[in-house]
């Protein structure tokens, strides 16, 4: 397939890569749960303040296994999917004057719409727009940013910020959310629920704003070593005996003084209540299935004077902030990503995911 040039008249222009056909561009459609197609498409040419970003990297993500496996309320199938990405952009709409053809982009895929209720008080997080806009179609040779994401969250990609970690915008961006409600000191123990992804993304900041010590406990064997090797000062293995005294015992008997729940489970819900010291902070940071409820002993929330946090998606000072974090290189969130298929092989990578066998993957069109 030979794309043809967008000529003048749009107002718009085109990389070279794009004109001349050089890809065939690809795009990966979820068709129903467990069943992926890659198809031919053709890119849209982007409209007033759209940027045409070639994919360069795009990361999966827990929402995309779980869309995988059952599908996904806002997603209606078939569904081009893959929201956390990086690239350089390719054509850029009429209007756009903060990116030009061949700048390297990371961006979140959402962005609020800066003027409704929730945004006029601070909370972008909850605008409407973010989920009912949401950029996605990651896992593909190209993806049409929206001009709302173009003009608010969209960052230059700096050259010494590999694509794979740029891709990690999003995800660290929930992570700085939920910790600038949490606010962990330097004197901290903090435990985190999970030893999946998002678990090990919150140890990675914890550490990096010098808490004293950040425990994981979480289940399967290779899952806790590689929390260990990526930063975790000590690993909690829930399966096995004597997991409820190891918790009890951190912090010098009292107990952590912070906990971050990434399971999503009600199991590590009621976990994080019941293990966090007294005065302590409690973050509900995985969001559990459908019509599950979390019952509160009213005696211990009262008397062990508790804080129950639970952040959901992230504002754009999030985004920049975590943006600042990865360009700093103080995290090595890098690492998380340990392992790389190509576009062709998706389907594989979700077989992977599936199995635990990885934390995050590169997808390289
Ligand atoms: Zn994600
Ligand atoms: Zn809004």
Redesign the pocket.
Known sequence: MTLRAAGTESGVSRSRDVEAGVVRPRQAVLVEPGRLELRDFTPAHPGPGEVLLQVKCALS?G?DLKAWRRGHPMWPMPAAFG??FSGVVAEVGPGVDNFRIGDEMMAAPTAPCGHCFYCERGQENLCPQAMEKMVLGGYADFILVGAHVVARNAFHKPSALGFEEAALL??MACVVHAQEMARPEKFETALVIGAGAFGILHVMALKAQGVREAVVAGRGAQRLQWAGELGADRVIDVDAGGAEAAVASLNGGYGPDLVIECTGQVAGWRDAFARVRRGGRVVFFGGCPVNTALSVETRRMHYDNLTLLAPFHFRPRDVRKAFELLCSGRLGAGRIINARRSLSDLAEVFRMLERSAVLKCAVIP
């Open positions: 993500c929402t929201h956390e999003e995800p």
